[in-house]
């Protein structure tokens, strides 16, 4: 095994909670290449991740010629697609994982997961590793320390207001308030009541999303 394909192809949010799947690739199969399928958007996030060899965007054009390019040994679908589903068995593509739960997997994955993220009681990046099964067996890993296998770097040459508000000693959270709809809506309301909290007790409180 040479080449392992991770394809997440939808929200940055749900991007980031894959990325301990790419974590944990390389610490149990430290010879592979781990290659990851994503959105252009998400590409810079991608590039900063250490365990990821090689990141490209469904939304170039050429993205199955890319994908055929590389003779990926696995495709791991943590998204389920119909079309890349079918471009990966047209790829030949020996080891093809995914869920029972998508009709158009039972026709081109042979290997398959059962199980439902929406009556899920897991955080979803500890979900995803389920995925990992067939290539590293059945994971235990808990919310303590799933942190670890992120593997996202700094990024050189930030501006400095950026900078200063990164990496200053008062402590930091971060939160993540829209899903497009892909989860439950927390609502605005609670996210801003959350943040007036956090900034009373002193720390610094970040907001990530893109443009609308």
């Known amino acids: 095994m040479k080449k392992i394909l991770i394809s997440r192809t939808d929200a940055i949010g749900d991007v980031i909670l894959t990325l301990p799947m790419t974590g944990i690739l390389k610490e149990r199969l430290p010879e592979v290449e ?6 252009g958007y998400t590409l810079p996030i991608l590039q900063h ?3 990821i060899d090689h990141a ?15 003779h990926y040994d696995v495709i791991v679908h943590v998204f389920p697609r119909k079309n890349l589903a079918y471009a990966a068995l047209r790829a030949d593509i020996p080891m093809r994982i995914g869920v029972s739960r998508r009709w158009y997997h039972l ?7 059962h199980f439902s993220r929406r009556n899920a009681d897991l955080h979803e990046a500890r ?4 995925l990992l099964a067939p290539l590293v067996g059945e994971l235990t890993i808990g919310p303590q320390k799933i942190h670890e ?5 700094t990024p050189g040459n930030l501006p400095t207001e950026i900078d200063l508000h990164l990496f200053g000693d008062v402590p930091k ?3 993540h308030p829209l899903s497009k709809g892909s ?4 609502g605005l309301a609670n996210f801003r009541k959350l943040a007036e909290m956090l900034l009373e007790k002193g720390c610094q409180v970040i907001l990530t999303g893109t443009a609308a």
């Open 149 to 153: 296998y992120y593997g996202l770097a």
């Open 34 to 39: 781990i290659h990851f399928l994503g959105r």
């Open 107 to 113: 026709l081109t994955c042979n290997r398959l997961l």
């Open 127 to 130: 979900l995803n590793l389920k």
């Open 183 to 186: 989860a439950r809506e927390w």
């Open 56 to 70: 490209f965007s469904m939304d170039d054009p050429k993205w199955i010629e890319n994908m055929e390019r590389e």
């Open 49 to 51: 991740c250490r365990h």
């Open 173 to 175: 959270i971060i939160l």
